[in-house]
């Protein structure tokens, strides 16, 4: 008898501990963040925060190049995107761009130590659209960056490619057992947080622009009409900014009512933007140059790796805890003129002023 409690005893202690291991253990901290009685609290472990602190270290910055001196196209051939730039700026940032991207391959990473002027590696090809891409958000993005800005090693971080890219879901091999037709779901993924939430949320909202809200604020008939299919997939990408940026929901909703604008925080106008900056450098940089990669480097559709909130923030609020190391690149914040067009550049697309005037799609 009493050998049988202490095996039930056992597995009464397994069940619980199972039960028990997705869940935080204390301390845990509380920030009220909205309106006191709406529930408005960000939720923080700190012994995540700690191993989060040396993976957001800003790197020191190479002194500023002295002012002055001849044009670096002057000196160097078949600089197309940042002939701006005086030789010794031109220089300093490469050298920076280096240990951003490529500390361990140096210089010919990109280029041919032979001639430094030819574009054989696609890997240069692709920097100088990244180039372009990185002025473009700090230029004409600043409603999501706002001063802070941008730079490669905001998505880097002394990697060749960022540690968090996406790319189209494989399509799905129909099942004639039970499970059936998945229909994109139905399984753990971390993308979706490990629900059985829709795995590829990004396609359709952060490359296309299907219609993200699902939460209506009129009655049937006339008011929401979406379903329980579209919210899921609506879910899936809330999952992932909500994951990426290590906040709740709350962050950028009032718990009050997830659907008014009127009483939501700034940060939703935020992300509301980010979304559409997300959504924009894919379609113009990125999807452009898929033909400019390597087949090693495609996804299983074939196509390029492209951005998602994860890419930049990498599980803080802000990037890099908000130290913007745009003040020691100031040449990375301006749109300058290039000598040659690029073949795969699109015009870009224009954020409305006032995400609460439009459909917050």
């Not at 993976?55 to 001196?69: E, Y």
């Not at 600089?79 to 210089?107: H, I, K, Y």
């Not at 890997?123 to 706002?146: E, F, G, P, S, W």
């Not at 559409?276 to 990125?286: E, I, T």
Request: proline content about 8%; charged content about 15%; some cysteine.
């Amino acid at each position: 008898m009493n050998r049988n409690f202490t095996m039930t005893l056992r597995l009464i202690l397994i069940a619980a501990a199972a039960l028990l291991a997705g869940c935080e253990r204390p301390p845990i901290e509380a920030v009220q963040h909205g309106f006191r009685g709406t529930g408005m609290a960000e939720i923080y472990n700190p012994r995540t925060l700690d191993a989060q602190v040396p993976l957001n270290q800003v790197p020191a910055a190479i002194p500023p190049a002295a002012p002055g001196g001849p044009a670096a196209a002057s000196i160097y051939q078949n600089v197309q995107v940042l002939n701006d730039l005086s030789l010794g700026e031109f220089t300093r940032l490469m050298v920076s761009m280096t240990a951003w991207v490529a500390p361990e391959q140096g210089c010919t990473y990109c280029h041919n130590p032979q001639n430094f002027a030819l574009d054989e590696k696609y890997t240069k090809v692709v920097a100088r659209k990244m180039l372009q891409m990185t002025r473009k958000i700090n230029a004409d993005y600043k409603t999501h960056v706002a001063q802070t800005g941008v730079t490669c090693y905001t998505c880097h971080r002394g990697n060749n490619i960022p540690a968090n890219v996406w790319f189209k879901a494989e399509p799905e091999k129909r099942s004639v057992g039970l499970l059936g037709d998945r229909a994109g779901q139905n399984t753990v993924s971390k993308v979706a947080n490990l629900s059985s939430l829709p795995e590829d949320p990004f396609t359709p909202f952060l490359l296309g622009s299907q219609e993200i809200r699902v939460h209506g604020t009129t009655a049937l008939p006339t008011g929401n009409k979406h379903n329980i299919k579209q919210a899921e997939w609506t879910y899936s990408l809330m999952t992932h900014m909500s994951t990426a940026l290590g906040v709740n929901c709350t962050y950028c909703h009032n718990s009050r009512s997830f659907a008014a604008w009127e009483t939501s925080p700034p940060q939703r106008a935020t992300a509301w933007y980010g979304i559409r900056m997300v959504r924009d450098l894919n379609n113009q940089y990125m999807e452009p140059i898929t033909k400019v990669f390597p087949a090693h480097r495609l996804g299983p559709t074939g196509d390029v790796a492209k951005a998602n909130c994860q890419t930049c923030h990498q599980g803080v609020f802000k990037p890099l805890y908000g130290v913007s190391m745009l003040k020691d690149h100031p040449e990375l914040a301006v749109q300058g003129p290039s000598l040659a067009a690029s073949a795969v550049e699109a015009p870009a697309a224009q954020a409305p002023a006032n995400p609460v005037a439009v459909a917050a799609r």
